[in-house]
């Protein structure tokens, strides 16, 4: 089975601070992503990374950037966070190959900025 | 634009089949999937279309036609454990809808 684990379930910090937020697969896939989930907005795609050290911006990259500098990692980074970026964030992978058929998600980390 | 449309709630009864449409536009489009997420639970792939049709996976199935931008995912012989959002998502990237929120009731 393949495993996305995401370092933290919950997390609080506090606005201006700078924030990790990690994500590991298993699996060897080389598609990762980072999502924010908020209610009745569905999952909306912050950036996403073909393979390493390659990254694209989805939809909502303000406010955010990531890392990948090995295969299984990909990190999300809030810069300056802002009590806007509250949210429930996912990771994602899924194999290589064009399209995405099939996706792989974490269990979620909510983040909440005070 | 890019954009999926789903209906934000349905409801239907136990024993019942129910159909979620979804309809989409993009400027680029690889396939159709569907996922399932219980609440407090990280979102499940249920399905993928690359091609006009139905594709059926036990309670669940999923048609797409392209050429009217328009999916949909049936689930039938309905249980509670039913209850739980479905989203629609196109690829490339994954690109997901808002979300309807299924409800089963006995």
């Known amino acids: 089975d393949v495993k996305v684990t995401q370092s933290s379930r919950y997390l609080v910090k506090r606005t201006g601070e700078k924030v990790f937020l990690e994500c590991v697969q298993d699996?060897?896939?080389?598609?990762m992503f980072w999502y924010r989930q908020d209610p009745g907005l569905g999952l909306r795609l912050i950036y996403f990374?073909?393979?390493?050290?390659?990254?694209e911006k989805g939809d909502i990259p303000e406010g955010y950037s990531v890392s990948r500098e090995k295969k299984e990692r990909f990190s999300l980074i809030l810069e300056s966070a802002s009590t806007n970026q509250t949210s429930m964030y996912l990771c994602?992978?899924?194999?290589?190959?064009?399209?995405?058929?099939?996706?792989?998600f974490g269990q979620g980390t909510r983040l909440t900025v005070v | 634009g890019q954009s999926l449309e789903q209906p934000s709630e349905v409801t239907a009864v136990e024993g019942a089949i129910v159909q979620i449409n979804c309809t989409y536009q993009?400027?680029?489009?690889?396939?159709l999937s569907w996922y399932q997420q219980h609440d407090g639970g990280a979102p499940t792939f249920l399905s993928y279309?690359?091609?006009?049709g139905l594709e059926e996976t036990g309670r669940f199935s999923s048609f797409l036609s392209r050429s009217d931008s328009y999916g949909y995912l049936l689930l039938q012989e309905l249980q509670m454990k039913d209850s739980a959002s479905y989203f629609c998502?196109?690829?490339?990237?994954?690109?997901f809808g808002k979300g309807t929120r299924l409800s089963v009731i006995a």
């Open positions: 994602g992978t899924s194999p290589s190959g064009g399209a995405v058929t099939e996706a792989f």
């Open positions: 699996m060897d896939h080389e598609n």
């Open positions: 990374s073909y393979d390493v050290k390659m990254k």
């Open positions: 993009t400027s680029g489009f690889y396939g």
């Open positions: 279309n690359a091609l006009d």
């Open positions: 998502a196109y690829s490339t990237p994954l690109v």
